[in-house]
């Protein structure tokens, strides 16, 4: 018995002991909880209660020119079904009704609806799917659906609302208005005016700090926010819709009809650099037949130009006084060649060249072969002259845009290791140099404001309603590319390329234009030339007298059966175009100067009339059935006092007709 009860203390003092370890481990714990791990439960504690949700600020519009909305944020609805909330009788009197109505709104039948639903219930989905990307009508029409009507918990519809950017006007110059946007890894991602305005257009978001309450549910701890959401501003932009539908169209129709594979068309006003329609159409495969806005080809590529950069000739030739246009060449049968040239020969695309002729007819139908030897002869002993001339414009460094992605333009240095004696005669015609088209386009439009190269710009004013908050004025790069002398002559030599140049079948006589053709081969120097193709150029200014609008257009790729691959024909139509419809559609506003000037001999005929009127009228008119407004006037004139009663016409006057005229008498009108 003693040993049984010696056995019964062992085990108590083990139950006793093991008890006191579990003490000690709990106190240890507790104590850790409280004051080592203490601020880690309490901040977990808190965040599970109380949590900091965001209030997304209202994105900006961005507005045309003209105040059309060219992109803006509006909500989007995705409407689902939880099938377990509704009761038995409400979800049974109802859900043929809604699928009707379901099947009626979206054009399904109403079997489908009935099937999907009922299925829903039986298998207790809670997230069926009814309709995607509803607008904000759509929303509240399928809310008053039966069943849907009696709300989230009686008749289990589920909302989920997010907001979607939109182009109201679709695609047109939509590269170019761009996007702002999170990508599937989470990063940020945009182009454009979207994004390149981005800090103006977002504003800033807002926190309210809420408590968790029952059923999962969240309520604010505080009437007043912890942070107010900040509205972004507006961006306005210097795209006219008017003209950029013109442009848009204008290019997709050449793109088409060519079977070409990409190109892009820019309007720039010339006075301010505000481009007034970008069109940037390309094709995702080479074997599609659509087009879309898929790269901003103006602003991002950078190419060999071709033709269009004889201009630079031109402006250095007559500029640094090494010829005049007079100056007279020899085409050589449109074939000619130098000992530098090491057996390379350049030609004319005209067989048989043109005899002889003068510079400036070497300009208006681009010949080659005259515009080399002009630059090769008066350059070759000293070309880092002709090359400093380019730097001097600015064609060797990108133009500084806001908007990201712009190409880098690429011009030969003497100093180069690449530099060899074909580079300067390559570069009289357009090879071995690389420009974009908008660089291109802002030496143009240098030519066309007399001399001023000016930024382009695409965005005029950063806005809060009716406040301006940044205006964006026009930016000068160079104020002088040339003399007053030189631009002269280059704009006479350009509006006869229209004339009777390279583009007379652009030339109309109802309007004037000048500008230059390009018609360049790329890809020659890959896969043997397999890969060579034609880019199609057209750049220039209207009218010519007081230019408003320069314009270039660019098409890659050309189809070249029919031989119709040059810029002319492929690129220059789509230039007259936009200027023929800007032309005759376009409202105009004649300003009558000084139009509260008298003319003297007016006046007189006037006095004249008068003095004649009075002098012939010897007694009182009838003035009965006259307006009171001719009435008083014709008193006025015999120097009558006259009162008037009533409005209307005369139906009395208080001195008959007939009676002599005395001017020192009241005559009384009542009107009718």
């Not at 990063?187 to 968790?212: A, H, M, P, T």
């Not at 059923?215 to 210097?238: H, R």
């Not at 169209?249 to 329609?277: F, N, P, R, W």
Request: proline share 4%; aromatic share 10%; glycine share 8%.
């Amino acid at each position: 018995m003693a040993v049984e009860d010696k056995h019964i203390s062992y085990r108590i003092y083990l139950v006793a002991f093991s008890i006191f370890l579990m003490t000690i481990a709990i106190t240890i714990k507790l104590t850790r909880i409280q004051w080592v791990d203490g601020n880690y439960y309490r901040k977990l504690a808190k965040e599970r209660t109380v949590r900091n949700f965001v209030i997304p600020a209202n994105k900006g519009n961005i507005y045309s020119a003209d105040g059309s909305l060219l992109a803006t944020s509006i909500p989007n609805y995705n409407i689902r079904f939880d099938a377990v909330a509704p009761k038995s009788v409400d979800f049974e009197k109802n859900v043929n009704t809604l699928a009707d109505s379901l099947g009626k709104m979206m054009g399904k039948p109403s079997s489908f609806y009935q099937f999907e639903l009922k299925k829903a219930r039986l298998n207790k989905n809670r997230y069926l799917l009814i309709a995607r990307d509803l607008s904000y009508t759509e929303y509240v029409k399928i809310k008053g659906f039966p069943l849907f009507n009696l709300g989230a918990n009686k008749g289990g519809i589920i909302t989920e609302q997010e907001t979607v950017r939109e182009h109201p006007i679709g695609k047109i110059a939509e590269r170019t208005i761009g996007y702002d946007r999170i990508d599937e890894n989470g990063i940020r991602i945009g182009k454009g005016i979207e994004w390149s305005f981005r800090k103006y257009l977002n504003g800033k978001d807002g926190k309210v700090l809420k408590q968790k309450i029952a059923k999962g549910q969240w309520k604010p701890i505080k009437d007043v926010n912890e942070v107010d959401p900040q509205d972004g501003y507006d961006v306005i932009s210097t795209i006219d819709v008017y003209i950029q539908d013109i442009a848009h169209h204008a290019l997709l129709k050449q793109l088409q009809d060519y079977k070409a594979d990409h190109g892009c068309v820019v309007v720039m006003e010339t006075k301010t650099g505000k481009i007034k329609a970008i069109s940037n159409l390309g094709k995702l495969k080479e074997t599609d037949s659509t087009y879309f806005e898929t790269e901003n080809y103006a602003i991002k590529e950078s190419h060999e130009p071709g033709s269009t950069f004889k201009l630079v000739d031109m402006i250095a030739l007559l500029d640094d006084h090494k010829i005049d246009t007079s100056k007279t060449y020899d085409t050589q049968g449109g074939i000619i060649s130098y000992p530098a040239f090491k057996g390379k020969k350049v030609r004319d695309s005209h067989d048989g060249g043109y005899g002889r002729i003068s510079l400036a007819r070497g300009f208006e139908v681009s010949s080659n072969t005259v515009m080399v030897q002009a630059v090769y002869e008066n350059y070759r002993n000293n070309p880092q002259e002709f090359v400093d001339r380019i730097d001097k414009m600015g064609l060797n460094k990108p133009l500084g845009l806001p908007i990201q992605g712009e190409g880098k333009p690429y011009i030969p240095q003497p100093k180069d290791k690449h530099w060899s004696a074909l580079s300067l005669p390559w570069m009289a015609y357009g090879y071995g140099v690389a420009v974009t088209p908008l660089q291109t386009l802002t030496l143009y439009n240098a030519i066309a404001n007399n001399g001023e190269m000016v930024k382009p710009q695409f965005v005029s004013e950063i806005k809060e309603w009716n406040q301006t908050i940044k205006k964006y004025n026009k930016q000068v790069i160079n104020p002088k590319v040339c003399s007053d002398e030189t631009i002269g002559k280059l704009k006479a030599v350009m509006q006869n390329v229209v004339k009777r140049g390279t583009a007379s079948k652009l030339y109309s006589k109802d309007f004037s234009m000048a500008g230059k053709t390009g018609t360049a081969q790329a890809g020659y120097g890959t896969n043997g030339g397999a890969d060579k193709h034609y880019i199609s150029s057209f750049v220039g200014f209207f009218p010519v007298e007081n230019p408003k609008y320069s314009c270039i257009v660019v098409v890659h790729k050309p189809n070249t059966s029919g031989n119709n691959y040059y810029g002319a024909d492929v690129a220059g139509p789509v230039f007259k175009r936009i200027a023929q419809k800007i032309f005759t559609d376009s409202p105009s506003t004649n300003v009558v100067k000084n139009i509260n000037r008298k003319v003297n001999k007016q006046e007189l005929a006037y006095e004249n009339y008068n003095s004649k009127a009075a002098s012939e009228i010897k007694v009182i008119p009838n003035l009965k059935g006259m307006s009171g407004m001719d009435a008083v006037a014709l008193l006025e004139n015999l120097k009558l006092k006259v009162k008037v009663i009533g409005i209307g016409k005369v139906k009395k006057q208080s001195i008959p007709a007939g009676e002599a005229l005395d001017k020192n008498k009241t005559i009384i009108l009542e009107l009718s």
